[in-house]
Nanobody, 126 residues
Framework: QVHLAESGGGLVQPGGSLTLSCAAS????????IGWFRRAPGEEREFVGA????????YYNEFAKGRFLITKDNAKNTVDLQIISSKPEDTAVYYC???????????????????WGQGTQVTVSS
């Protein structure tokens, strides 16, 4: 059983940066993929990106390439999502999730992830 907890959400101005953190506990992550999803008001849950814990390989949704960065800290058992040059359309609740996903993926389906955090709100507004 893996427990996930997101932190770091808040209000950021357009063009600003924000780093969200996902803290994992309760199990070893060596076999897991940690994914980040978001849900904007009135929208479906959307895949942002993911990282494979064993080798640190990352996978991003097309819109996230170049503006989102996923990194991990082995010592702290955390996965960070950095939002670079934020836009109002990045406003959403952001979730991290853990799943045992085959090396060939897919990584973007919520059904591939077994454990979810409670989410953290990000609001991009001036």
């Amino acid at each position: 059983q893996v427990h996930l907890a997101e932190s770091g959400g808040g209000l950021v101005q357009p063009g600003g940066s924000l780093t969200l953190s996902c803290a994992a506990s309760g199990g070893t992550l060596s076999s897991y993929v940690i994914g980040w999803f978001r849900r904007a008001p009135g929208e479906e849950r959307e895949f942002v990106g993911a990282i494979r814990w064993s080798h640190g390989g990352t996978y991003y949704n097309e819109f996230a390439k170049g503006r989102f960065l996923i990194t991990k800290d082995n010592a702290k058992n955390t996965v960070d999502l950095q939002i670079i040059s934020s836009k109002p359309e990045d406003t959403a609740v952001y979730y991290c999730a853990a799943g045992l996903i085959d090396v060939y993926g897919p990584y973007n389906l919520p059904s591939q992830y077994n454990f979810w955090g409670q989410g953290t709100q990000v609001t991009v507004s001036s």
